[in-house]
């Protein structure tokens, strides 16, 4: 079956798992399973751009990563300093725009630097927009949502009543990007784990038992075709129905 070229899901996101169990499985440390994430990263990021893929979203590290071991989350962090500082000038000649969602000024300040830096030099990009998540989850994005709103409130800028859907949207992190249209998850795993939360509202899910590492372009092809199959209805009903 072939990719209807005319139905590209303009924001796709993708809970990455399975860097661990790939790692396992090939009896190698954890550390290069995340190493041949960061490969899928890249194989993914330029198979959606050329699709036609407007936004791509990546859930790189949760606030609950925080509590792997600390020599883990010590490589996470050299792994994505290097991965910036290998991949800056790519992007930029990809013609990438980087953005990031989540409090990732808690990473060393080095880190945030370069994540600055990178963010500012793509900016001007008008191609794919990537978005990394991290230090993110969704219930922290909904409460500093809600405590932009409070601050709103207190400074007199708005009213309680003021409050509603696209308030609440335009304080979200993710305010310059649409919902996205498919969400993919790697690894076998059926659930959400705190990502996205009020933006998956109307998302389609597809689910693969691939592992990260293992992903490419065409898993990305078939999770594409596999929505488009379906019937999209933002609550409502089918379109035969009245």
């Known amino acids: 079956m072939q990719i209807d070229e005319k139905n590209i899901p303009k924001h796709i996101a993708i809970i990455m798992d399975g860097n661990g169990r790939w790692a396992k499985k090939h009896l190698l440390p954890r550390a290069l399973g995340h190493r041949e994430g960061v490969k899928a990263v890249e194989r993914t990021l330029e198979a959606a751009g050329k699709l036609g893929v407007r936004y791509l979203t990546l859930y790189a590290f949760s606030t609950e990563n925080w509590g792997r071991p600390q020599e883990e989350v010590k490589a996470l962090m050299e792994l994505l300093a290097r991965a910036l500082e290998k991949y800056e000038a790519k992007l930029k000649r990809n013609n990438v725009s980087l953005r990031v969602i989540g409090d990732y000024r808690q990473f060393p300040e080095s880190l945030v630097n370069k994540i600055d830096d990178v963010i500012e030099s793509t900016s001007t990009n008008t191609g794919i927009t990537l978005i990394i998540a991290l230090n993110y989850s969704g219930r922290w994005e909904i409460t500093h949502a809600m405590q932009r709103i409070g601050q709103q409130i207190m400074e007199e800028k708005?009213?309680?009543?003021?409050?509603?859907?696209?308030?609440i949207e335009k304080s979200l992190t993710t305010n310059f990007a649409p919902d996205p249209d498919l969400i993919i998850r790697t690894s076998g795993e059926h659930r959400v784990s705190n990502f996205l939360l009020w933006q998956c509202a109307y998302s389609?899910?597809?689910?693969?038992?691939?592992?990260w590492p293992e992903f490419d372009e065409k898993s990305l092809k078939m999770a594409i075709i596999d929505y488009q199959q379906r019937e999209r209805r933002f609550g409502g009903l089918k379109t035969n129905n009245k």
Request: glycine share 0%; net charge negative.
């Open 158 to 167: 708005i009213q309680v009543n003021d409050i509603n859907s696209e308030l």
């Open 204 to 211: 389609e899910f597809y689910f693969t038992p691939k592992l």
